[in-house]
């Protein structure tokens, strides 16, 4: 049976809400260069065309809810020493050029987008922020009235904190979805796999694991899962990832 995102509507916000906190959160992350040295859009238009071209398979997933309601994009920061990727509600995904650079194929990088793209599709980032304030903050911080809360917000997003940061559930959610989302396209799901042993021997992979924690169920999950999806290999594209990481800056 396939995964689904489990939540509560009772107590939610608003897909809408998720948008305006994410968008939020993203001008204070673009804004301070200092500390996330986001690749401009006009002057890395490749970087960002092949990345969001990867997204837009994954986002045309039927098991994708919020394909439409969110603001999908990608900032790439350039940080090599940062093997690390976070997301933001409402649609935005931060990778570090570090972790760009320690995959092997684009298969990875699709299974890398795949699980950040259902942390905000199953709403597990808003969860978070939901354990660490009441639903009034959130929508204060959403309405833009809370600006000191939001460096808070940021360094745990990045970081991980004790609240926030997923769950080992969120965790499994997540790569079922993913599995889920990349027997859609046409690249080798088993390649996600794949993605987290090379990350797992990465000497500097604290960062992600962080926010990202890792139990060490997770390997049979994924396996499960994926023989349980049919089990089917697919496309890497090796050559053009490795054209890609040499476009890096
Ligand atoms: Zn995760």
């Known amino acids: 049976m396939l995964a689904s995102c489990s939540e509560d509507k009772s107590v939610f916000p608003t897909l809408t809400q998720d948008v305006c906190i994410g968008w939020r959160i993203d001008s204070a992350i673009t804004a301070n260069p200092?500390?996330?040295?986001?690749?401009?859009?006009s002057k890395y238009a490749a970087i960002y065309s092949y990345t969001e071209e990867i997204l837009q398979q994954l986002l045309e997933s039927d098991g994708v809810r919020n394909a439409e309601a969110f603001s999908w994009q990608i900032r790439v920061i350039?940080?090599?020493?940062?093997i690390s990727a976070f997301v933001a509600p409402g649609g935005y995904i931060y990778l570090y050029t570090g972790i760009l650079m320690a995959l092997?194929?684009?298969?990875?990088?699709?299974?890398?987008?795949?699980?950040?793209?259902?942390?905000?599709?199953?709403?597990?980032?808003?969860?978070?922020l939901l354990r660490h304030y009441d639903l009034s903050t959130f929508e204060s911080i959403a309405a833009g009235?809370?600006?000191?809360?939001?460096?808070?917000?940021?360094?745990?997003?990045?970081?991980?904190?004790?609240?926030?940061?997923?769950?080992?559930?969120?965790?499994?959610e997540a790569?079922?979805?993913a599995m889920e989302y990349l027997f859609d396209t046409g690249y080798d799901p088993y390649e996600l796999i794949n993605m987290y042993r090379k990350l797992l021997t990465?000497?500097?992979?604290?960062?992600?694991?962080?926010?990202?924690?890792w139990d060490?169920?997770?390997?049979?999950?994924?396996?499960?899962?994926?023989?349980?999806?049919?089990?089917?290999?697919?496309?890497?594209?090796?050559?053009?990832?490795?054209?890609?990481?040499?476009?890096?800056?």
């Not at 000191?148 to 965790?171: P, Q, R």
């Not at 990465?202 to 962080?210: D, E, I, K, L, P």
């Open 104 to 128: 092997d194929n684009e298969a990875q990088l699709a299974g890398l987008l795949a699980h950040q793209l259902a942390h905000i599709d199953c709403r597990h980032i808003t969860k978070m």
């Open 78 to 82: 350039n940080d090599k020493s940062v």
């Open 34 to 41: 200092a500390q996330f040295n986001v690749l401009e859009r």
């Open 175 to 177: 790569d079922s979805k």
């Open 202 to 213: 990465c000497s500097v992979v604290a960062q992600f694991f962080a926010i990202h924690p």
């Open 145 to 172: 009235l809370e600006q000191a809360e939001l460096d808070s917000i940021i360094h745990g997003l990045v970081n991980g904190s004790s609240t926030l940061k997923y769950s080992c559930s969120n965790e499994h």
């Open 216 to 249: 060490d169920g997770r390997i049979e999950n994924l396996e499960a899962a994926w023989k349980n999806l049919g089990a089917r290999h697919g496309e890497k594209y090796t050559e053009r990832y490795l054209d890609f990481k040499k476009s890096l800056p």
